[in-house]
């Protein structure tokens, strides 16, 4: 079974302070690992996926993450936070039994940037 | 613009009243699907189609129905709402032949039933 893990419910930092958004996965096979934003009053948009490759995945809105495949750990990362990036994160793993690509979504990490 | 459209955005109803939400996507996607979205939940997903006429249950389908007459079109249908279905509804499609695709969703449907 797929599944994974946000532990935090909530992140703060202040602007132009580097941002971490937690997330852990467990999978049966390789993982295939997303994560998604969501700003308020809005769907959920795509910000950047690891299939395969380079550990360090870069995505929309500078945005990057680092999978870590020893601590089963798929965080993402910004360097200097802006407070339009205060927005619900989402991470995803893919249902690698699935030959549709079916997500399974993460409980969400409301981050709060200060000014 | 490439967008998917549900509607309506907000919706009060009561128990029992047959209700849909409907939902388009104007990007050819062969991949539709609703989730709702709960607090401390996250997003799980009510039920998927994979084209026209083909769909199938996720994990909560109970109380829901859903058609896919149309590739455009994915409508949600509560046929006897009950207060546990009171939630913000998402509607999100893909391209079937990318596996990993991104999925496009719209702005949700914020349903409460009393």
């Known amino acids: 079974a797929q599944s994974v893990a946000q532990p935090e419910d909530q992140v703060n930092v202040a602007e132009g302070n580097p941002l971490t958004v937690k997330c852990t996965y467990s999978?049966?096979?390789?993982?295939?690992l997303f994560w998604y934003v969501q700003y308020p009053n809005r769907g959920l948009q795509f910000l950047l996926k690891?299939?395969?490759?380079?550990?360090l995945v870069k995505g929309s809105y500078g945005f990057e993450a680092e999978f870590n495949k020893s601590q089963t750990s798929f965080h993402l990362k910004k360097p200097s936070a802006l407070v339009s990036d205060s927005a619900l994160y989402f991470c995803?793993?893919?249902?690698?039994?699935?030959?549709?690509?079916?997500?399974?979504f993460g409980r969400g990490t409301q981050l709060t940037v200060w000014p | 613009e490439a967008q998917v459209t549900q509607n309506p955005r907000y919706l009060i109803t009561v128990t029992g009243k047959k209700l849909t939400v409907t939902c388009s996507q104007n990007?050819?996607?062969?991949?539709m699907s609703w989730y709702r979205q709960d607090p401390g939940l996250g997003l799980r997903q009510i039920y998927y189609?994979?084209?026209?006429?083909?769909?199938d249950k996720g994990d909560v389908p109970e109380g829901y129905k859903v058609s896919r007459k149309e590739k455009r079109n994915f409508p949600l249908i509560l046929e006897s709402p009950s207060p546990n279905q009171t939630s913000l509804y998402f509607c999100?499609?893909?391209?079937?032949?990318?596996?990993?695709?991104?999925?496009?969703f719209g702005n949700g449907t914020r349903l409460t039933v009393t």
């Open positions: 999100a499609s893909k391209v079937s032949r990318d596996i990993n695709s991104p999925l496009h």
């Open positions: 189609s994979m084209n026209v006429e083909v769909t």
């Open positions: 690891y299939i395969t490759g380079d550990n």
């Open positions: 999978v049966s096979g390789n993982p295939y």
């Open positions: 990007m050819n996607h062969e991949y």
């Open positions: 995803a793993v893919r249902d690698s039994g699935s030959t549709l690509g079916r997500l399974y």
